[in-house]
């Protein structure tokens, strides 16, 4: 549907297409994330409460696609980015009705209508031709035997295309001295919490050793204070 076979021209500025509908499930995502990148647990939390036109919200994402997304995971240390073809390759799996499969550049030439016709090659489908494909994707289907282990294996690749891959580089740099001086600043901060509490130990055993001698020299002045005063009452006498 959205090949560009399928888009009239009326003009030569502009061009009328089918609604891309992925686009709208990756705009929520880009929403609830606010970041270009995000870790497999954060993707798959997302995705699970996101209806589509062909799939309800409160789905459980099943071990196929919670391995390719891992998978996509350790691929880029830990977190994903929203804004690549391995992303988009995902999105196809889980929502291959609105999804389109990211063909890796060059790979392909799509064409427009217009060119078809120059080439003299028809531009509408048979009835025939069109059953050829949905008993194609039947079988498929059947081969699945139930499951979704081997599902995308044929034409999964792991080749990556980012939109901004020097925005992804540097943001990746930034994380990692980002997380050196979090790591610097955890240790200074418990080194100084360790000092400051062990000198609040040493004050109180301080006082704690201090004090028999503090005692012992009050006694001492009350003893002294009161035997002079005895004394005196006595010379008096």
């Known amino acids: 549907?959205?090949?560009p076979s399928n888009c009239i021209e009326p003009s030569a500025?502009?061009?009328v297409c089918c609604i891309d509908e992925c686009e709208e499930l990756l705009g929520h995502v880009e929403r609830a994330l606010e970041e270009s990148t995000a870790t497999p647990q954060e993707i798959a939390k997302i995705f699970v409460n996101l209806p589509s036109a062909s799939l309800a919200a409160g789905r459980k994402l099943s071990s196929g696609l919670m391995r390719?997304?891992?998978e996509l995971g350790n691929h880029h240390n830990g977190r994903i980015p929203v804004h690549g073809r391995l992303f988009a390759q995902w999105l196809h799996l889980a929502y291959p009705r609105e999804c389109p499969y990211p063909h890796i550049s060059g790979t392909i030439q799509p064409k427009r209508v217009q060119e078809w016709q120059k080439?003299?090659?028809?531009?509408?489908?048979?009835?025939e031709e069109m059953q050829q494909h949905i008993e194609a994707g039947r079988q498929m289907i059947s081969t699945r035997n139930g499951t979704d282990e081997e599902f995308g294996s044929a034409w999964w690749s792991m080749a990556e295309e980012l939109v901004d891959?020097?925005?992804?580089?540097?943001e990746t740099a930034r994380r990692a001295e980002q997380g050196r001086w979090r790591i610097t600043m955890y240790a200074l901060f418990a080194c100084t919490a360790g000092t400051a509490l062990m000198l609040s130990h040493v004050k109180v055993l301080d006082t704690i050793f201090k004090a028999p001698e503090l005692i012992s020299t009050k006694s001492f002045s009350r003893w002294a204070r009161t035997s002079l005063k005895h004394s005196m009452k006595m010379h008096i006498v």
């Open 119 to 127: 080439a003299g090659k028809p531009i509408a489908a048979r009835k």
């Open 68 to 70: 390719r997304l891992e």
């Open 165 to 170: 891959a020097q925005g992804h580089s540097w």
């Open 13 to 15: 500025y502009y061009g």
């Open 1 to 3: 549907l959205n090949a």
